[in-house]
């Protein structure tokens, strides 16, 4: 069987140039562009990168953006009330806190804090509510939606497929659960305490897995013709690898997400994408 690769890259390109030209039409209107503001708390290396490359594909769709940047010894009093400046002017339409926090902030604490209309990181509870309730003004955990963006972006058929999401975190096994079974699917979710997980995995006709741990899962684990979708992300020696051996499952998968250039590049674009939501849904009517 020939596997084919998913191209995140191509395809986040396609959004964003999609966002871009819906920009372009709000700007000519004399509208103002959409704003996203991002909060870089401390010196992390992989944070600074991560925060240069969101105003980058901003800068690039013409969207505008903004990064605050704040000391590692900020308290979380000055934290809270910099969201909360944000959250009244009218001018921003997403804000993004970039993680890890340094220690001694409490993270759920500053994620409760931005306003759910500005939460283009998709993780308040009032959106994560929404999702599962199906209420379409949900704006949704980027990297989960991106998952969804790049099965459908790739014409496969996947209505009524049986899919497997290895994690439950609440950033992407949790919310690419529900998302898949809002598109009809039927669910499995698989974590430490599964058992028969070898068993499980045969079955699964689309696999999705983020739990974390570098080439975790083989082709022999798989059944013939699968979709194989690694959110998994991992720096060693040999390179960048995911949560999935992907060579193993040249021959065996159907279609395969290679890392990187797979999802990686779709949770950027579907950060744009979330604040170009915000921004329509705050100027209804």
Known sequence: METRLIDGKQIAREIRTELKEKIKALTAEGKPAPKLAVILVG???????????????????????????????????????????????????????????????????????????????????????????????????????????????????????????????????????????????????????????????????IFVAAIGKPRFFHGSQFKEGAVVIDVGIHHGEDGICGDVDTESCMGVASYITPVPGGVGPMTIAMLLYNTLRAYEQQHEG
């Open 43 to 205: 010196e992390d290396p992989a944070s600074q990168i991560y925060v240069r490359n969101k105003a980058k594909a901003c800068g690039w769709i013409r969207m505008e953006s903004e990064t605050i940047t704040m000391s590692k010894d900020t308290k979380e009093e000055e934290l809270l009330k910099k969201i909360e400046e944000l959250n009244r002017d009218p001018g921003v339409n997403g804000i993004l806190v970039q993680m890890p926090l340094p220690d001694g902030l409490n993270a759920d604490r500053v994620l409760k804090a931005i306003d759910p209309a500005k939460d283009v990181d998709g993780f308040h509870p009032m959106n994560v509510g929404k999702m599962a309730v199906g209420d379409p003004t949900a704006l949704e955990s980027c990297t989960p939606a991106g998952v969804i963006q790049l099965l459908e972006r790739s014409g496969i058929e996947i209505g009524g497929k049986y899919c497997v999401v290895a994690g439950r975190s609440n950033i992407v096994g949790k919310p690419m659960a529900r998302m898949l079974l809002a598109k009809n699917r039927t669910v499995t979710v698989l974590h430490s305490k599964t058992r028969d997980m070898e068993e499980i995995l045969k079955q699964a006709d």
